[in-house]
């Protein structure tokens, strides 16, 4: 009797242990499906969401804010992306600053931050990334989401053994949920693909005369630091590039090859007729020689397995102890947004365009991102 007793005990306890575990996981893996919040400046013209521009995408884990800054004049007209692979955080976090500081007073800027909102609900498998990281502003911690490089799949499954994209190129299977493989989209086809037909509808309706695609790469990767340019954009991209070298910033040139197909660079450029640039910094968070993955390692970007790589001269950019933070990576996008759009201006100056509010590389170094970021409510 007192044998069973103690089983019943035993038994209820090791329930109890496991619905707590379930519940606490559940209640982790459900929180990833929560938008983090962003504060727009008061320069805001208008707020959409990109199923206002394909409504097939209404109602679907693929829609996602669109943030328009609307000049009183006329003028040039930009699109920004960010988190067209949510585990590529600088892009994300750059596009969320210009939306929480920028004034536009001639021309437009459309920006979206979250260009892949389905990949920002999950991380990749076996990778131990942490769900969040953390940017102190003035007053409070703002938290934000650390996704996955592919749209989540229980958004979208099963995976083909192989894919073929809209633009014709065979991938492996897996590739069918990046969206920057997707492009030019399809209106009938997988959720990626319509995300990549919606932005497309955004290049195409907007009249937007250049689109930036924020994103990160590992320090192993070669091509890193990089200005990635569509062929109609060569001038600009030549000029900001020289532009960027005077300021003491090393980037490499790279034009988009027209092979390879389904990428932002490519596509925008030959289907929606804009001047594509894709940028690139180094995050060594999903690189493959990094060591325990941490919300700092995302943050700080610090990791003796790449000084050592770096020493044995197998990384494309210089990899010291102090690592490469987000701050640096972000900076370096909004120099390198900066230097496009002057790079614009020069190249025809009738069709104006004006913008105040974004920040300096220099401050976002010397001050940090917390202090361009709006307080936590
Ligand atoms: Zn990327």
Redesign the pocket.
């Given at each position: 009797m007192l044998k069973i007793k103690r089983h019943l005990i035993f038994g209820s306890v090791f329930l109890l242990g496991a619905m707590a575990l379930g519940y606490f996981s559940g209640k982790s893996f459900m929180s990833m499906h929560i938008d983090d919040h962003i504060f727009p400046s008061s320069g805001l013209t208008e707020n959409k969401m990109l199923s206002e521009y394909f409504p097939k995408l209404k109602k679907t884990p693929g829609d996602t804010p669109v943030f328009i800054f609307q000049g009183e004049q006329p003028g040039r007209n930009i699109l920004i992306l960010g988190g067209?692979?949510p585990n590529?955080p600088a892009?994300t976090i750059a596009a969320i600053l210009l939306v929480e500081n920028i004034h536009v007073q001639a021309g437009k800027v459309i920006i979206i931050p979250w260009a892949n909102h389905s990949g920002f609900t999950h991380n990749d498998p076996q990778e131990g990334s942490p769900q969040r990281f953390s940017i102190r502003t003035q007053d409070g911690q703002r938290w934000f989401k650390y996704g996955s490089?592919l749209t989540n799949p229980i958004h979208q499954w099963p995976d083909p053994t192989v894919y073929i994209n809209p633009s014709g190129q065979k991938l492996a299977g897996t590739e069918c949920r990046n969206l920057?493989r997707s492009y030019p989209g399809r209106r009938n086809g997988n959720l990626t693909e319509k995300i990549a037909f919606g932005i497309m509808e955004v290049l195409i309706s907007e009249n937007i005369d250049l689109a930036l695609d924020l994103?990160?790469?590992a320090p192993e990767y070669p091509v890193i630091n990089a200005i990635v340019f569509h062929e109609s954009s060569a001038e600009i991209a030549s000029i900001a590039f020289m532009e960027l070298q005077l300021s003491n910033l090393e980037f490499r040139l790279e034009a988009s090859p027209p092979n390879l197909r389904g990428l932002s660079h490519r596509e925008w450029g030959d289907f929606a007729k804009v001047k594509a640039v894709l940028l690139?910094t180094a995050n060594v968070s999903h690189g493959r020689l990094k060591g325990k993955p941490s919300a700092s390692l995302i943050t700080e970007g610090r990791d003796k397995n790449y000084v050592k790589a770096d020493k044995l001269g197998r990384l494309f950019v210089p990899f010291k102890e102090e690592g490469i933070p987000l701050k640096l990576r972000v900076a370096r996008h909004l120099a390198s947004i900066e230097a496009l759009i002057s790079a614009l201006q020069e190249e025809d100056p009738t069709k104006i365009f004006a913008i105040h509010g974004l920040p300096s590389m220099e401050r976002v170094k010397i001050e940090g991102i917390g202090q361009f970021l709006a307080p936590p409510k």
């Open positions: 067209a692979h590529e892009g490089r920057n994103h990160e790469a690139e």
